[in-house]
């Protein structure tokens, strides 16, 4: 079955393949093997994973690589001496050998499981970042947030106060052509006043006619 996975990362799949790629480090083994054994369990391809691992994973375990790298180093050394001891192990050993080589045993196992246990605690302080740092992106998200509806409300307000703007532009200019209007009526009321209307004046001709006077300007 081809291994197809559109979905993201989730921080429990993060944590399945840093864990799983420590274990291949301290055991020995190869980040390859690593990746197709997360793939299979996340039902991913194991090219996907080491994108993940090199992108975004492997950053945050820089100790805990150095410390597998550690381990490793010293099972080899544990490895190289176990082989040294295979002839003395297919003799027969004394009572006082044999208790040696039970505490050589306890020591290492001793020493893998504080190395185990620095490791789990190393994790334990990432994941806890991990949380801390998550609480600030969605303090960071919120802010942004605020910040785009202060922006959306600002444009809002510039946008009434263009209209404003609009209409005091409008009403201004109709108060200027009012303004052009009263004064021509009260130029003509003027003009009027100098020439007053006067009725005409009439007077009978000697046919007992009437006829029309010429009005004469009051001196």
């Not at 799949?13 to 996340?42: C, P, Y």
């Not at 790298?69 to 006082?96: D, G, H, I, W």
Request: a neutral charge; glycine letters at 2%; aromatic letters at 6%.
């Amino acid at each position: 079955m081809v291994k197809v996975r559109q979905d993201a990362w989730s921080h429990e799949d993060d944590l399945l393949l840093a864990e799983t790629v420590l274990r291949h480090i301290r055991e020995g083994s190869t980040q390859l093997n690593a990746f197709d054994e997360v793939g299979d369990k996340l039902n991913r391809t194991s090219a996907a994973c080491g994108f993940r691992w090199n992108a975004e994973v492997r950053n945050k375990y820089i100790s805990a690589i150095d410390l597998a790298k550690r381990q490793r180093k010293e099972m080899k050394r544990n490895q190289a001496k176990q082989n040294n001891l295979k002839p003395f192990v297919q003799a027969e050993y004394s009572p006082q050998q044999e208790e040696n080589n039970v505490t050589q045993i306890q020591t290492v196992s001793t020493q893998n499981n504080i190395t185990f246990d620095t490791v789990m605690t190393f994790l334990n302080n990432v994941k806890q970042d991990y949380h801390a740092s998550n609480q600030s992106k969605t303090a960071i998200e919120q802010i942004e947030k605020e910040n785009n509806n202060l922006k959306e409300a600002l444009e809002q307000a510039n946008t009434k106060l263009k209209k404003t703007e609009q209409q005091l532009e409008t009403m201004q200019e109709d108060y200027q052509t009012f303004i052009q209007i009263m004064d021509r009526a009260r130029r003509m009321t003027v003009l009027q006043d100098d020439h007053p209307f006067t009725s005409p004046t009439f007077r009978m001709d000697k046919n007992g006619n009437l006829e029309q006077m010429a009005n004469q300007a009051k001196g």
